[in-house]
């Protein structure tokens, strides 16, 4: 078994990623992710470990960012329990093993720390759901030549 708990019984799949959905939707994942894609952005290496929360040297894996960043110390949480580092995220166990599935088990064997980092930079900033109030704050300015397209 993996770090994120998940096996290869199938048989409630559908279930767990329902929830799962609904966690990285909700607010408090929204929050979660937004925290965390700004932890990653703040990261003076660009670098991800992967089986570790945080590492003797300092490395760390992408919640590990995330606890770096508020102040956590992530070494008194154990990394092979989810449902303990879910809680001072306030974020769902659910949520808490798939991001733990995504670094740890999503890209190849051979990835370097580097690609983990963009790999799940990417990946955090596609869960990221823009809100109606977002769209909004951004002004676009109207074209300088009449309709668009039309130059007749």
């Not at 966690?23 to 089986?51: N, T, V, W, Y």
């Not at 951004?138 to 300088?144: F, K, L, M």
């Amino acid at each position: 078994m993996s770090r994120s708990g998940y096996s290869d019984d199938y048989e409630y799949a559908a279930i767990w990623a329902g929830r799962v959905a609904s966690a990285s939707r909700g607010k408090r994942g929204q929050q979660f992710f937004r925290d965390l894609l700004a932890a990653l952005d703040a990261m003076p290496e660009k670098c991800l470990i992967a089986h570790e929360l945080q590492a003797p040297n300092g490395e760390v894996c992408a919640i590990g960012a995330l606890g770096v960043a508020r102040g956590v110390d992530m070494t008194k949480i154990d990394p092979e329990c989810p449902e303990e580092f879910a809680a001072p995220f306030n974020i769902a166990e659910c949520l808490a093993r798939d991001v733990v599935y995504m670094n740890d088990e999503w890209g190849s064997g051979a990835e370097k720390p580097e690609d983990r980092w963009v790999r799940m930079r990417r990946w955090v900033a596609e869960q990221i759901v823009v809100t109606p109030e977002e769209c909004n704050a951004v002004e676009i300015p109207e074209s300088q030549g009449g309709e668009s397209g039309n130059h007749g």
